[in-house]
């Protein structure tokens, strides 16, 4: 009798646990090796992006209000009631439109910025997943981490979905702008000027605003590591199926997966043969016909591409861009984004072939636009005595130095600089001694190879031609080769 019971105990103990354990969905007492600091550079980041955003909007507004405010001015010679209805008040309609993207909220299962972003998907349902399961962590702060990074994403998803509608919005307002003006001949030549700038300025905006979209959607090392490590758990993936943005726009049935899930459906066999049984009842030229539509569609699609291509694409590029306009991949980028730091090194030899000086130089550019880099820059003069037996190192000098670079095709630059040379020892660098300082103009050629390195990411020879050499007492070398790295 108690063995009997005991066997009864057990099996209704099994169920239970069973039981519990499918509830459970497989889900491990603790995450091992989980990065937790995810949730922490998650929030800075989307913080980081939110604030540049709304921060480049806001810049946006303010540059199409002041060309608002030059337009009707402008039109005002011509006709004042007019500037009056299509000008009303510029400065307070964008400060109106800059106070709905400052309160923006996010619209719950529309994409980011306009487009589906897989990393933003994984991401937020990620932090959702264990907002709901905190249990799985061991840091006991990691539910109010796992908020103010959700809450994070989410306020910057709302930026992003304004700053699409923003740009819709003067789309259209350029559109009625130029709608109206239309009905004028004899505008003053200001006027077509700004209408223009209208387009390249919401070029650049879009522009903009993909970067920081992109940014948004790329995985880094430590989110791909989590993500790897939630994607083993049976629970999660469950969770993926049914809350992912993916899954919203493409609502699963509820038996995915299963041989149910495939009653109705047709075979790839069954489709082709019923193709076949189409073209069969076409006639003879009936599969000639067929050809040529797909021909005749794929070339469609290549022309579309094309323009799309030519006007920039997914960007948020416009079909009626200033003809002629080039853009400048720069300007989308902050200050410190267009720097360029670098360095080179130039020797003077004696006639022994003996370095008997190494000029170390150091720069840092601003990238104007593509082809054209500014800077500045020092250096030192090091030297090395005056043969192989007599070598001593010493102080030589030091330099000041402005450059311009200019790229004419390919690897090939046109080089300049103006260049401020100290030749005396150090000891004779007194205040007053401005006889000392020799000047330097150079004119040459640079060539720029690239580097597959993660520091050194080019290579740069100079081949220049120190004009101003001539007037110097003692006479300096004309001809000036370098080797240098930036980075």
Known sequence: MYPRCLLIAAIIICTVLSSYAQEDNGLPDKITNFPTRL????????????????????KYLQRVARREKKLKRQLSAVDSAKAQRLFPNPDSSYAVLAARVENAKAIPGKPAGGAYLANVDSLKTSLSFLQQNSRLLSSGDAPDKIRQSLAQVNELQSRLQQSDQVKELLKQ????????????????????????????????????????????????????????????????????????????MFALPANYGSPAGLAGLQTRDQVEQLIQNQVAAGGPNAQQVLQQNLQSAQSELRQLQNRLNQAGGSAGGDLNM?????????????????????????TAKSNYYFPTTTDIGLSVGYKLNQKSLVGVGASYKMGWGSSWNKIRLS??????RSF???????????????EYNYRQLFEGLLPGAGDAWQQSGLVGLSKVVSLKSKFF???????LWDFLSYSQVPRTQELKFRVGYSF
Do not use: C, W
């Open 457 to 463: 990411k080019q290579t740069k020879m100079q081949l």
């Open 39 to 58: 949730f922490d550079k998650a929030n800075k980041k989307a913080s980081s992006l939110e604030t540049s955003l709304n921060r480049q909007t806001e």
């Open 322 to 346: 200033p003809a002629g306009f080039t853009p400048n991949s720069q300007k989308t980028k902050t200050f410190l984004q267009r720097l360029e730091y670098g360095t080179n090194l130039q």
């Open 173 to 248: 307002r350029e559109q009625e702008i130029r709608s109206a003006l239309g009905q004028y001949t004899n505008l003053p030549p200001g006027m077509n000027k700004e209408l223009q700038a209208y387009k390249t300025d919401y070029y650049y905006y879009s522009q903009q605003v993909k970067e920081y979209r992109d940014l948004l959607n790329d995985p880094d090392k430590m989110q791909q590591k989590a993500l790897t490590l939630l994607n083993k758990l049976p629970a999660f993936q469950q969770f993926m199926q049914q809350h992912s943005q993916l899954a919203a």
């Open 395 to 400: 102080h030589q000098g030091i330099g000041l």
């Open 404 to 418: 311009l670079d200019y790229k004419l095709k390919g690897s090939f630059y046109a080089s300049g600089g103006f």
